[in-house]
Structures are given as structure tokens and as C-alpha cells.
């Protein structure tokens, strides 16, 4: 049974300021590097194994991977179905705003020139199925978005829609998704 594994990208300033990130390309905090360069470590130090880094084409996806890829020596290839989820009309404002937490629960909303939930989780399946594929020789790790740890869960695991719009991990998390027969 083959398994991949999932990085959030470490602290943005947006992060900090819980405004809604997306597809606006925001780079690292020096925490966000830090977390970035202990996530490695963690990962040696926990054993895990991996052959190749896949990273969003996103600078804070991109510089979190660096880091892992320069403290664990796993290669890296730019995948660019791992970028963040495009909100549209709500990239920029506060993550808990009313009306976004409305939009949000809407799976086919596209956020006013935005890309919607449908749409995200199809092209990450897509992905993860191009990854089961494999998964039988090559280990990956995945390094991209709260919204793609989302899709990601989902694919996984069963979820209703209020748990897939709250679902979201911290910044450098580490998960673990097994592949099943």
C-alpha cells in the first residue's frame, strides 16, 4: 500500500493577518522560513521517506520546499495542480468574513473570477490518482495550501460539507495519507 505525504508552506504576513491568501503569490515571513527549515529536520528525524518534493508554483510554497529539499536532499519538481485555490473577489480580506464563510459552503461558487471547490478537488484527484499510479515505487511529498490539504482530506476520507470548508491545517504541518488496495 503506497502513501503520500503533505506540508502546508510555512507563515505568510497574510497568515498572520488572517486575510485570505488564494492564488496571490505571498511570500514567507522569517518564521515562515524557520518553520520551513525545522520542518526538514522533522522529517529526518521522524524517518520519513520520500523521493521526490512535489511544490506548488506559489513563492511560499516554493521557498518552504526549498528549505526541506536543502536540509533533507529529497529532489524538487515545481507541480503546478498543487497551486492554492483562486478566491477571487475575496483574496486579500479577512478569513472569517460573514459573507466568504457563506460563499465558501457553495462547492460550485467561483468567487466572482475565482475558481471553485468542484474545480479544485477535481484537479488535485487528478493528481492523487496520477500519484496512486506510483505509489507502488515512488514516494512524494506534497508541499502547497490549506485549500489543497482540504481537497487532499477529501479525497482520503468522507466529510461533510461544513467539515470540508472548516477542515485546514497549521502552517508546516505534516500529514500522512495511505492509499488503500
Known amino acids: ?54 511544490y506548488s508554483p506559489l513563492i511560499r510554497a516554493k521557498e518552504t520546499a526549498r528549505h526541506v529539499s536543502e536540509v533533507t536532499g529529497i529532489p524538487m519538481r515545481e507541480e503546478m495542480r498543487l497551486k492554492e485555490q483562486n478566491f477571487g473577489k475575496y483574496e486579500g480580506t479577512p478569513r472569517n468574513g460573514e459573507e466568504f464563510q457563506k460563499a465558501k459552503a457553495n462547492f460550485i461558487n467561483s468567487y466572482e473570477g ?32 490549506n485549500g489543497i490539504s482540504r481537497a487532499i482530506q477529501s479525497y482520503f476520507c468522507d466529510m461533510t460539507n461544513d467539515e470540508f470548508a472548516r477542515f485546514g491545517i497549521k502552517n508546516c504541518e505534516i500529514r500522512k495519507f495511505e492509499y488503500e488496495e
Open 1 to 54: 500500500m503506497g502513501c503520500v505525504y503533505f506540508v502546508r508552506h510555512g507563515q505568510t504576513i497574510w497568515n498572520v493577518e488572517n486575510k485570505i491568501c488564494g492564488a496571490t503569490d505571498i511570500a514567507l515571513t522569517k518564521t515562515g522560513h524557520e518553520q520551513a527549515i525545522e520542518t526538514g529536520k522533522k522529517i529526518l528525524e521522524e524517518g520519513i521517506r520520500a523521493d521526490e518534493i512535489l
Open 114 to 145: 475565482g475558481e471553485s471547490m468542484l474545480k479544485l478537488c477535481h484537479r488535485i484527484y487528478d493528481l492523487l490518482d496520477d500519484i496512486k499510479k506510483e505509489s507502488d515505487q515512488k514516494t512524494y511529498l506534497l508541499v502547497a495550501h
